[in-house]
């Protein structure tokens, strides 16, 4: 075992966790330790666009963007918070600039920006330009430019180390264990703040666009820790994923005019979303997916809808919906202007479909993509102990590991590279002033203990169960019944199913017994994390007997603002039992009311 | 289809020398090296090491050799290799286990020619303006996932790892030709080594091997010319 002495450590290397990494940094002796390198982070993945009202080329104000994010998160979201994000937006994208990052320019040399669902011109209801772009790998130069900042700045960094607990004395953070992925070897890292920036858990979902890496560790690491999750029931699933493989593809698409066409050749989001159609949010656009599909108007019958950003198509249903250039001059793209705006979007359909989007359709189906809920923080990234917004001392967390709540029942394009970028600039700065004013809690003795005995378990369990079988169980049940559209009976099953793969679990193999990049270890150890947050999930979706935003429910299609107009916290005893709580809303200038697009 | 995979194996807790075990599996051609990997991994050999991430070509953790070419294992198909490939972690760096390597000496080369924005003007309240014709001199390798198939796949590293390597070139290209930033003399003072950029004797393997299609030799080429005529101060 080694120890290491830091005042700030942050775990994860993507958006939030460099972005905090480097404000903490500017005034206390940092670290941050990532799982991966911090290149191969799932912020690299990121595609269309960052959200800042900038008005580059049309009007545009951070009190729309405010709206259209209450109105996105079907006003579950903070207020506060999403006030807070929307107006530091313009001044994050103008700072992500001055680091380097090479945005698309307008032809005066602005940062150019595109249409993006869900963001609207708030006077006309029409879709407006503010996804700040660099072609479609945004996320991609967003991690990099942050990673080159980081090194320029000097920030130590700790490369393939796994954190497997969090530790707290006195009921405050101490710090966290890790293990080597090239030894083995346990470290202990004792800080006075510790930032948990580990992104995303869709990996309990077969259909996903997330990476093998979005496995949870942070939140079930806290869960097992005492700390609640917050809405852990609302989980996005964004409707064009590569059919099959999940593999995303961007709503910038659709912000460049694409459409979706179901298997009879009709558009179809006129009848869902009159107003801006292809541009709705998220939840509206998978659910229209799915209905198309149930009526059996899927291609060939089939669970997948087409997604056409062919030319001709765009140009024609520009001049149908009345959309010109803003000279006014009529929408003429070329295959030549789509590949230069969307071309890894190009290339994954080429490499994995054999299909070719400036002539041929792209077959698309939702594809599990986010997490809302989270460890819960207030707006300064501090982490919540309950109902009450008791701050936890020393220990906060950013990104999608989090929820502050900023994105409520569904979050909206582009808000997700802006959360990291504000969110975790402002751990960053509150850790780094926490570290200032405050002495390291001791050490607990026998500090690797509890991670060690999970590590034991797994390793000298008796061997009678497949790991990838539990896996893939759990990744099926939770698609088919705790996916777009959801029912009491339906979730009941996947409850008892995912109880079942956690008794299983507990007899799980593991081949290798090796120290040096033992990733078969380390996997079954994820795959723990999956299937408790599966659980979490499915137990905070039970409990709730409404539908908003990405939680749909057949059996109770309604929103119901009297009851269930607030936050979930969902605690897991010590004997496994999960508990429920609730917090309220917090409502400022939006009151809520039916949402249409 | 039944698919033989022939796969490099070496841990060094167990194994004297590394060698190359069989696996056969069914797979249909629309899967990825990398599910096969997995399906080995999850079925025949839980013992099988390797890096992966994103699993659609963006991460860069899963550069290796397939069928003698560098290739992300994820962006290559079953459709692309035939029925019987051979996985090999990529050359000229060191095997830990299987097919990781240890990156860090590629690592070092690309943090050698200071990869980030360098301007130490005022900032301007808003943003830095550029034009478009600017922004696209340097959009091809803007791209770069440092996956190092590009590096590795070039004889002069292969000779010599002290050779700073392609990727570490196309990183500076994306610098020295970004009109915001003002140490490109400094770069290419850095690139004019010993171990710089002369290294590079056009075989095109990087360009080849680029699973982002970044033109790296062109890309090079562009930085020999900086050099050569002084052009950017």
């Known amino acids: ?54 008005g580059s080329e049309e009007e545009d104000h951070p ?11 079907d006003y579950l979201g903070d207020q506060d918070a999403i006030e807070f994000m929307c107006s530091e937006a313009v001044q994050a994208v103008y700072e992500l600039e001055h680091m380097g990052l090479p945005f698309d320019r307008t032809p005066e040399g602005k940062i150019s920006q595109r249409p993006f669902g869900g963001h609207t011109n708030n006077v006309t209801g029409k879709p407006v330009k503010r996804a700040c772009h660099a072609a479609d790998r945004t996320g991609h130069m967003i991690l990099q430019t942050l990673y080159q900042q980081c090194m320029k700045n000097n920030v130590n960094f700790f490369d393939e180390f796994q954190v497997v607990d969090l530790l707290m004395v006195n009921g405050a953070a101490a710090g966290v264990v890790a293990m080597e992925l090239a030894t083995g070897e346990m470290h202990v890292f004792h800080a006075k703040s510790v930032i948990f920036a580990t992104g995303g858990h869709g990996r309990i979902w077969e259909i996903t666009s997330n990476a093998y890496a979005f496995t949870g560790d942070g939140p079930a690491v806290a869960m097992r820790r005492g700390l609640p999750l917050e809405d852990m029931e609302f989980f996005q699933f964004h409707p064009t994923g590569i059919y099959k493989l999940g593999i995303l593809i961007t ?127 207030n707006k300064y990234g501090e982490t919540l102990l309950d109902e009450n917004n008791t701050t936890v001392p020393g220990f906060y967390a950013a990104g999608e ?19 990291l970028v504000v969110f975790g600039k402002h751990a960053g700065l509150r850790a780094a002033e926490f570290a200032k004013g405050n002495d390291f809690q001791p050490l607990p003795d026998n500090p690797t203990g509890f991670a060690q005995a999970q590590f034991d378990r797994i390793r000298h369990a008796d061997g009678k169960e497949n790991a990838f079988d539990i896996g893939r169980t759990m990744k099926k049940v939770m698609f088919d019944d705790m996916g777009i559209f959801r029912s009491g009976k339906g979730m009941q099953n996947a409850l008892n199913v995912v109880r079942e793969l956690k008794e299983r679990y507990k007899h799980v193999s593991v081949t290798d017994d090796g120290t040096i990049f033992n990733m078969e270890l380390m996997n079954v150890w994820e795959l723990g994390n999956l299937l408790d ?57 939006f009151e809520p009311k039916v949402r249409t697009y | 289809m039944e698919v033989t995979i022939k796969i490099f194996r070496y841990n060094p807790e167990k194994d004297k020398k590394p060698s190359f075990k069989t696996y ?57 290799t035939g029925a019987k490939i051979t996985v090999e972690p990529i050359l000229g760096l060191r095997v830990i286990k299987d097919l990781i390597v240890d990156m860090e000496p590629f690592f070092e080369h690309y943090r050698s020619i200071k990869p980030w924005l360098i301007n130490d003007d005022p900032e301007p309240e808003k943003e830095r303006y550029q034009s478009p014709d600017q922004r696209a001199l340097f959009d091809d390798t803007t791209k770069c996932i440092l996956c190092a198939c590009c590096t590795t ?81």
């Open chain 1, 251 to 377: 709503e910038g698409v659709r912000g460049e005019g694409g459409i979706l066409i179901n298997g009879k050749g009709e558009r179809f989001m006129e009848k869902y979303a009159p107003k801006v159609k292809d541009l709705a949010s998220r939840d509206v656009i998978s659910r229209a997916i799915y209905m198309e599909i149930r009526e059996g108007r899927g291609v060939n019958g089939q669970n997948y809808v087409y997604l056409d950003v062919r030319p001709e198509s765009v140009n024609r249903y520009a001049a149908l919906d009345g959309r010109t250039n803003l000279d006014g001059s009529p929408v003429n793209l070329t295959g030549e202007q789509i590949l230069a705006k969307l071309p890894d979007i190009v290339d994954f359909c080429r490499v994995y479909l054999g299909v070719d989007p400036v002539t041929q359709l792209m077959p698309i189906q939702p594809t599990a993509h986010y997490a809302m809920g989270g460890i819960p923080t």
């Open chain 1, 533 to 589: 947050l599966a659980e979490v999930t499915t137990v905070s979706a039970l409990a709730r007997t409404e539908s908003r935003g990405g939680h749909s429910r057949e059996d109770y299609p309604d929103r119901d603002d009297k009851n269930w107009l607030k936050h979930s916290l969902a605690w897991v005893r010590d004997n496994g039992k999960i508990d429920l709580k609730y917090k309220p809303v917090v409502i400022t200038k």
């Open chain 1, 401 to 419: 590991c989090a929820c502050v709540s900023v994105h409520g029942a569904n979050r909206l394009g582009t808000n997700s590279l802006l959360d």
């Open chain 1, 63 to 73: 009190e729309w963007h405010t709206y259209d994010t209450v109105k996105g998160s």
């Open chain 2, 24 to 80: 056969k599996l069914e797979a249909p051609e629309t899967d990825r090296v990398l599910d096969l990997l997995e399906k080995v991994k999850g079925y025949q050999d839980g013992t099988l090491s390797f890096r992966r991430s994103c699993a659609h070509g963006i991460c860069g953790s899963d550069a290796m050799r397939i069928n003698g070419f560098n290739r992300l294992a994820c962006k290559t198909l079953v459709r692309d």
């Open chain 2, 153 to 233: 796949s070039c004889p002069s590293f292969w000779g010599s790892e002290k050779y700073v390597g392609p990727a570490a070139i196309v990183a500076a290209h994306r610098f020295i030709f970004d009109s915001r930033d003002k140490a490109a003399s400094e770069r290419l003072k850095i690139l004019n080594d010993l171990w710089g950029i002369h290294r590079c004797h056009t075989v095109f393997n990087c360009t080849m091997a680029c699973p982002r299609e970044i033109q790296v030799t062109k890309a090079i080429g562009e930085v020999k010319m900086a050099l050569t005529l002084g052009k950017l101060d």
């Open chain 1, 1 to 54: 075992m080694k120890t290491h002495q830091f005042e700030v450590i942050v775990i994860g290397a993507g958006g939030a966790g460099l972005m905090a990494g480097l404000y903490a940094s500017k005034t206390a002796k940092t670290a941050i330790i990532t799982k991966l390198y911090p290149t191969r982070s799932h912020t690299g993945t990121a595609q269309g666009g960052i959200g800042a009202a900038l």
